[in-house]
C-alpha cells in the first residue's frame, strides 16, 4: 500500500547523542519535506527536496541535515542532539507538479 | 517573507451552528492557497485549495485578495468536523507550504 512512514514514533534521548529520524515513502513522488512543530504552534519547514541529490534549507533555520540518495528516503539528522530540539517533526512528499501534500505520522522527540 | 495568521486558537460551536475559521496572509503575487485538517489520530491532510473552488465535506473557502483573507466556512458543524485546521499558503517560487499555528474546532453536541 502506497504510504509515508517515519520512524521511531517517539524518541526520548540524552543531549549530546547523535540521531537520524527515518522518513520513507512508497508513493513514488519525487518531492519530500521536513517540518517542525512545537506545541501549540505552526508547523515550519526546515527541509525539502526535489528529488535525488536535491536538498533545500526551508524558513526555519535547524541544526539538522538531510540527504537524499534515494527517491523514497529522505532521513534527518541531528549530529549532537540539544533540549531546544524536543519537538515534533513531520515528513511530508508531493508528486512532482501535485501541490498536494501527504504527510507521515509523525516523531515526537524529547531531548533531556 | 509570506506570513500567514490565524487569530483563533480554539473555536467552540454548537452542533449545527455555522463556522467560519479565519485566516489572513501577507504574500507577494498571486498566492494559492489551501486549508489542510488534522483529525485526533490522524495524519494532517488537504482539505481543500482555493483554485478547485470546491466543496469538501460541505466547507468553503473564498480568496479575498483585498482584505488578503481564505476564511473557512460551513453552515452547519457537525460533531465530526472537530479537528486542528491549517491555513496554508504556497510559495509558488520553492512550491513549499507555510503554515499557520492552527485553529481548533469544537463541535458540541
Known amino acids: 500500500e502506497a504510504d509515508i512512514y517515519q520512524t521511531p514514533r517517539y524518541l526520548v534521548i540524552g543531549t549530546g547523542k547523535k540521531i537520524t529520524l527515518e522518513c520513507s515513502q512508497t508513493?513514488?513522488?519525487?518531492?519530500m519535506y521536513w517540518y517542525q512543530q512545537d506545541p501549540g504552534m505552526e508547523l515550519h519547514l526546515i527541509h525539502y527536496?526535489?528529488?535525488?541529490?536535491?536538498?533545500e534549507k526551508g524558513d526555519l533555520s535547524s541544526e539538522s541535515t538531510v540527504s537524499r540518495i534515494r527517491t523514497e528516503h529522505f532521513p534527518l539528522t541531528l549530529e549532537s542532539a540539544r533540549p531546544s530540539h524536543t519537538s515534533q517533526y513531520l515528513c511530508?512528499?508531493?508528486?512532482?507538479?501535485?501541490?498536494?501534500?501527504?504527510f507521515g505520522p509523525g516523531t515526537r522527540l524529547t531531548v533531556t | 517573507a509570506q506570513r500567514v495568521t490565524q487569530p483563533e486558537k480554539l473555536l467552540s460551536v454548537f452542533k449545527g451552528a455555522p463556522v467560519e475559521l479565519k485566516c489572513n496572509y501577507s504574500?507577494?503575487?498571486?498566492?494559492?492557497l489551501f486549508w489542510y485538517v488534522q483529525y485526533s489520530r490522524q495524519r494532517l491532510q488537504l482539505l481543500l485549495r482555493?483554485?478547485s473552488r470546491e466543496s469538501i465535506k460541505g466547507f468553503t473557502a473564498d480568496l479575498n485578495k483585498g482584505e488578503t483573507s481564505f476564511h473557512l466556512k460551513k453552515p452547519f458543524a457537525q460533531e465530526e468536523d472537530s479537528a486542528m485546521y491549517y491555513c496554508?499558503?504556497?510559495?509558488?517560487?520553492?512550491?513549499?507550504?507555510?503554515f499557520g499555528s492552527g485553529t481548533r474546532l469544537q463541535v458540541q453536541p
Open positions: 511530508a512528499s508531493s508528486e512532482f507538479g501535485s501541490d498536494e501534500q501527504y
Open positions: 508513493m513514488g513522488h519525487d518531492k
Open positions: 527536496s526535489y528529488g535525488v541529490n536535491s536538498t
Open positions: 504574500y507577494s503575487g498571486s498566492p494559492e
Open positions: 482555493h483554485i
Open positions: 496554508a499558503p504556497m510559495d509558488t517560487g520553492r512550491r513549499a507550504l507555510t
